[in-house]
């Protein structure tokens, strides 16, 4: 039921507002590039590249490991409330 | 696999996967605008800081892209800041437009987005050398061309100009990413000019200074080179191939204009029958013998080395005797015409060349000749010769067209001692008196294939004056 009120809440969305905001997401995918605080994430061939905001800036070292989360699309950025990184 | 939670926010929700394919396409690597071909008045930046960089927010930009332009007019034109000295006067000549586009395909403009506030659409601004043009106009996730045009006055030549795009200035968030492919810039402008000199003389002999300084004044982009100063115009034309696609590279030009004096328009157009990988748009001549010279037939025959030279033709005013005795044509003294550049001025190669396409093979030509005989007295006056005895071939290319060979024999030497060579030669008696600058004459300077632009009252080295070659440019910078 709460998955289904999330899919209603991101259809509405999409077809009401043309904007990329209020798109909530996960993801998962690869760290191909980090600049300050706004990672490009690699979801595979067929899926654009992510570029998701974390509070926390990551360093160059996150490049090339697998991360997780949950993020809100505000313009080109999704700004993740989760943001699970591969250890 | 092991995790950790890096950022926790409240209120997390679990979407499907799947639904990923919904979010807009934000990044892509490469255009499907292909930029233009480099060439004259079109340079390209395609690889290099500012392009390529994948969709970049505000805190990966500005993105500043260099363009490159060479030097496509004259290098006095240009200030230490790479800027034109005075780009009307240029653009009033043909020489250089008024504008120059620039053109870049941007990724993903939301421009037109509809957001809530406070949030804005996308407002990237672009820059060209320091002064703010435009904002980018565009679509999600879509590339555009996109172009700005600028006056040619804010470029810079020589030296790099900077594109400049300052992205998503409207947000104090950052909302929005852009990227660009490559950035192309073209306007018009006039193609080069390379002077080409005549035989037994150098570049900076025949043009410096007066005819460079009147060029530097004009605006032109040019150069000069100096070739074998007696080589054949073969060999003269492999020279200038190699110089000419030198100079032609630098500016990405294909396309070149031809100022050639004497000789330097017979190395032209051999350069013409070498089948360059550039194209020689016009010729202009200053008396190029383009059907010989019958003063350069007769230094052939003395230079044979025959014990006796005998005209079987008539001579009526012993001018020829005259010729073959004493003048400095004869190859007698030093620092005159030679071989073998000598054998293409004669009227046998003119005609040969001709035959073989070797000449009248550039169009258009545009072709002064000259007439030393400047008060019209039918006589070369002391004042109207450029050399002491220039009456002598003057007389001779006034009255006779051309001298052939007609056969060479031995007879027995001076009381029956050894043998001595014959050359026996025909002297052709001209019809009528031909106009002449002392060394061509106006009929060789001007055959049926060129633009006849006049006979003018100049010797052979006074024709090198600026209000001629000015002339070519008027005729020739509108071709490009």
Same mark, same amino acid.
């Given at each position: 039921m709460r998955i289904l009120c999330v899919l209603l809440l991101s259809v509405g969305s999409t077809v009401f507002s043309p904007a990329k905001a209020a798109d909530a997401l996960d993801?998962?995918?690869?760290?191909?590039?980090?600049?300050?605080?706004?990672?490009?994430?690699?979801?595979?061939?067929?899926?654009?590249?992510?570029?998701?905001?974390?509070?926390?800036?990551?360093?160059e070292t996150a490049v090339g490991k697998m991360v997780s989360g949950s993020c809100v699309m505000r313009g080109d950025l999704c700004t993740a409330t989760v943001l699970n990184v591969e250890e | 696999m092991n995790m950790r939670t890096l950022v926790s926010g409240a209120g997390a929700v679990a979407v499907l996967y799947a639904f990923t394919s919904l979010i807009p396409a934000v990044a892509q690597t490469t255009s499907p605008f292909q930029p233009p071909d480099e060439k004259l008045g079109v340079y390209v930046?395609?690889?290099?800081?500012?392009?390529?960089?994948?969709?970049?927010?505000?805190?990966?930009?500005?993105?500043?892209? *260099?363009?490159?332009?060479?030097?496509?007019?004259?290098?006095?034109?240009i200030n230490a800041d790479g800027t034109l000295v005075d780009a009307n006067t240029l653009v009033n000549?043909?020489?250089?437009?008024?504008?120059?586009?620039i053109s870049f395909p941007v990724f993903d403009i939301d421009?037109?987005?509809?957001?809530?506030?406070?949030?804005?659409?996308?407002?990237?601004?672009?820059? +060209?050398?320091?002064?703010?043009?435009d904002t980018l106009t565009g679509s999600n996730g879509q590339?555009? *061309?996109?172009?700005?045009?600028?006056?040619?006055?804010?470029?810079?030549?020589?030296?790099? *100009?900077?594109?400049?795009?300052?992205?998503?200035?409207?947000?104090?968030?950052?909302?929005?990413?852009?990227?660009?492919?490559?950035?192309?810039?073209?306007?018009?402008?006039a193609l080069p000019y390379v002077l080409a000199h005549g035989i037994n003389t150098t570049g900076p002999d025949t043009w410096e200074p007066d005819i460079t300084r009147q060029l530097d004044d +004009?605006?032109?982009?040019?150069?000069? +080179?100096?070739?074998?100063?007696?080589?054949?115009? %073969?060999?003269? %034309?492999?020279?200038?191939?190699?110089?000419?696609?030198s100079f032609l590279d630098d500016i990405k030009a294909d396309k070149v204009h031809i100022i050639a004096h004497s000789k330097g328009g017979l190395d032209s157009q051999a350069l013409k029958a070498l089948g360059p990988e550039f194209t020689i748009r016009s010729l202009s001549t200053l008396s190029t013998p383009h059907l010989g010279s019958v003063v350069a037939d007769i230094n052939i025959i003395q230079l044979m080395n025959a014990d006796r030279l005998v005209n079987v033709g008539q001579d009526p005013n012993g001018f020829i005797s005259s010729l073959l005795s004493v003048t400095p044509w004869a190859?007698?003294?030093?620092?005159?015409?030679?071989?073998?550049?000598?054998?293409?001025?004669?009227?046998?190669? %003119?005609?040969? %060349?001709?035959?073989?396409?070797q000449r009248n093979n550039i169009s258009p030509t545009f072709a002064y000749g000259g007439n030393a005989d400047t008060n019209g007295d039918g006589t070369l006056q002391s004042s109207e010769r450029p050399f002491v005895r220039a009456d002598i071939p003057w007389n001779v290319m006034r009255n006779f067209t051309q001298a052939r060979v007609v056969r060479t024999f031995t007879q027995p030497g001076f009381l029956g001692f050894g043998t001595r060579t014959v050359i026996e030669f025909r002297a052709a008696v001209a019809s009528a008196p031909l106009r002449n600058d002392v060394?061509?004459?106006?009929?060789?300077?001007?055959?049926?294939?060129?633009?006849?632009?006049?006979?003018?009252?100049?010797?052979?080295?006074?024709?090198?004056? +600026?209000?001629?070659?000015?002339?070519?440019?008027?005729?020739?910078?509108?071709?490009?």
């Open positions: 993801f998962q995918g690869v760290v191909v590039a980090v600049n300050g605080s706004i990672i490009e994430v690699d979801r595979g061939s067929s899926v654009a590249p992510l570029y998701v905001r974390a509070d926390n800036a990551l360093s | 930046s395609n690889s290099g800081p500012g392009l390529d960089t994948g969709c970049t927010f505000r805190s990966g930009g500005p993105l500043l892209i *260099n363009i490159d332009v060479p030097i496509v007019v004259g290098e006095t034109q000549r043909g020489i250089i437009g008024r504008k120059a586009i421009s037109s987005a509809a957001v809530r506030p406070p949030d804005s659409p996308e407002v990237d601004v672009v820059s +060209f050398n320091g002064v703010t043009k590339w555009t *061309n996109d172009s700005i045009e600028v006056d040619i006055s804010e470029l810079k030549f020589g030296m790099p *100009n900077e594109l400049r795009i300052d992205i998503d200035t409207q947000n104090s968030d950052e909302l929005w990413c852009m990227a660009v492919d490559w950035v192309s810039m073209q306007f018009d402008v +004009f605006g032109v982009r040019y150069t000069f +080179f100096t070739v074998g100063r007696n080589g054949s115009a %073969a060999a003269n %034309a492999t020279q200038l191939n190699t110089n000419i696609k190859g007698r003294f030093s620092n005159v015409p030679e071989r073998p550049g000598l054998d293409d001025l004669t009227t046998q190669a %003119a005609a040969t %060349a001709l035959l073989n396409r060394v061509v004459t106006a009929n060789s300077a001007r055959p049926s294939y060129v633009t006849d632009l006049g006979v003018v009252l100049e010797n052979h080295s006074t024709i090198v004056d +600026f209000s001629y070659v000015e002339e070519f440019l008027n005729r020739t910078l509108p071709l490009r």
